[in-house]
């Protein structure tokens, strides 16, 4: 709502707020309970006065007589259990039983008035704001500041006598006169958009970004070269990016996506910027494997934090830890590009292969072990699978037998165990790690305990370790 003098009259909400109340929770014969003091530093108190149901039901009577008689106030959603008003300057939300278990009200003021100055930005995050980056996310947690970010954002650009444009669902930013603010309330997706590319703003601001319609209209007036500021609910700076990745094709994520801003207790925790390139993902080896990657970097600490790139039908995001290869978290330190593609294959060659099979990750390439029976299927019947597979992942797929089995360098040891189970013992150092061993005809996996151990209980197991040993397969 606009934030100018004749929108300070007198509201039936003002008795309950005071300059530290950031919101107020009624419910119907029950304590008032206050959210107070700053976004990210709050605390609830309770107090011991109890609303009764006619005086809440007097208190919204008052409030809907606000919104229906004095100008700039707006009833925002109006459905038959639930309510939405804007009253400068509280958001309203009114829910009717059997919705609810008893009639509420909530009501939500900012406290907190802030300028670009109060975020101590240098001069480089400044320029990059307020004249360099255009496809602008502001992220964080519910109530980490995000909208009184914007705010104080929108000011740079209003000084700057930019034409600027609101979506809201309430209309609750607290802007100049000058900013025209549209609701979703009383147009759709398309009217809004008609209008905006029509008129063809300089900025427009997006409260919030939500759902596949939202994401596809910031989409569209980016594209258009509309400068776009959005507001979205993440819990980590690069999980605002990946909501985008479910709704919207990758390729053109930079496109409209050029900088995130992750706000947590009212200050800029991260800056992040995205490029588009064309490269070997980090992790991967061979040149062949060259694709589009998204590089998303740290404007603050100039690192590369994060790829983004597909493999096969996925999009991977990636974190790049510190000296490369990307993502480390694989099992025995592999590269976590390994881990991922080795799950992801073996989910694809287990629809194809109607078989056991173990894989291997080989530089760039891959080697698959099957039983011997199995070799001779995969060329007759199964070969043109795997083909495509090999093409949908870019890498060679090499077929072998299990006779064929990297062996690992691991020193292990059988006793006896309970009711007759098997004990593998590993050396240290093999701890609660993932192990595949080659039983009889099959490749199974284990997780070591521990103490190291592999316990073997199936009876059918034992049997064949007892008459044929077993074999410890390097997985990588």
Do not use: C
Not at 189 to 203: A, N
Not at 294 to 305: A, G, P, R, Y
């Amino acid at each position: 709502m606009s934030n100018t003098p004749e929108n300070t009259q007198n509201y039936a909400l003002d008795r309950f707020f005071d300059e530290t109340t950031m919101s107020l929770h009624l419910k119907e014969d029950r304590p008032i309970l206050r959210k107070k003091w700053f976004p990210g530093n709050w605390q609830a108190v309770l107090d011991e006065t109890v609303i009764m149901s006619e005086q809440l039901k007097e208190l919204i009577d008052q409030i809907f007589t606000e919104a229906t008689n004095q100008r700039g106030n707006f009833l925002e959603i109006d459905r038959q259990l639930s309510k939405v008003l804007q009253l400068w300057p509280y958001r309203i939300v009114v829910v009717y039983p059997p919705l609810s278990d008893g009639l509420e009200l909530t009501a939500v003021r900012p406290v907190k008035k802030t300028t670009i100055e109060d975020y101590n930005l240098n001069e480089e995050t400044f320029d990059l704001l307020r004249n360099r980056a255009k496809g602008i996310l502001v992220s964080g947690a519910p109530g980490s500041g995000k909208s009184t970010f914007v705010q104080a954002l929108v000011e740079v650009y209003h000084a700057d006598h930019h034409i600027i444009k609101t979506i809201e669902s309430p209309r609750d930013l607290m802007v100049d006169d000058d900013v025209v603010q549209y609701s979703f309330t009383h147009g759709t997706h398309d009217e809004v958009r008609d209008i905006l590319l029509l008129s063809r703003p300089d900025y427009t601001i997006y409260d919030e970004v939500r759902n596949k319609p939202d994401f596809e209209l910031f989409k569209d007036l980016r594209l258009t070269g509309i400068g776009m500021l959005g507001v979205i609910h993440a819990t980590k700076p690069i999980d605002s990016i990946q909501r985008f990745i479910w709704s919207i094709e990758m390729g053109i994520i930079p496109q409209v996506l050029d900088t995130v801003i992750f706000i947590d207790k009212g200050k800029i925790e991260e800056i992040l910027e995205l490029e588009l390139t064309a490269k070997v993902p980090d992790g991967m080896m061979s040149e062949e494997l060259s694709r589009p990657v998204i590089k998303v970097s740290s404007f603050l600490s100039k690192k590369q934090l994060y790829e983004i790139y597909t493999f096969g039908e996925q999009v991977v995001v990636m974190p790049i830890p510190e000296g490369g290869m990307a993502g480390t978290a694989g099992s025995a330190g592999k590269p976590g590009i390994h881990t991922y593609a080795k799950e992801w294959i073996e989910k694809k060659l287990w629809s194809i292969l109607n078989s056991q099979f173990f894989v291997k990750m080989k530089g760039s390439g891959i080697e698959l072990y099957v039983p011997e029976f199995v070799k001779w299927k995969i060329i007759w019947k199964w070969g043109s699978a795997i083909i495509e597979l090999e093409k949908t992942i870019w890498v060679w797929i090499t077929v072998k037998t299990f006779d064929e089995l990297p062996v690992a360098d691991v020193k292990t040891s059988i006793s006896g165990g309970q009711k007759g189970g098997l004990f593998i013992a590993f050396p240290d150092g093999w701890e609660d790690r993932s192990v595949s061993l080659l039983i009889g005809d099959e490749v199974k996996k284990f997780t070591t305990d521990r103490n190291g151990l592999v316990i073997l209980n199936d009876r059918n197991e034992v049997r064949l370790v007892e008459r044929r040993g077993f074999v410890v397969v390097d997985e990588w």
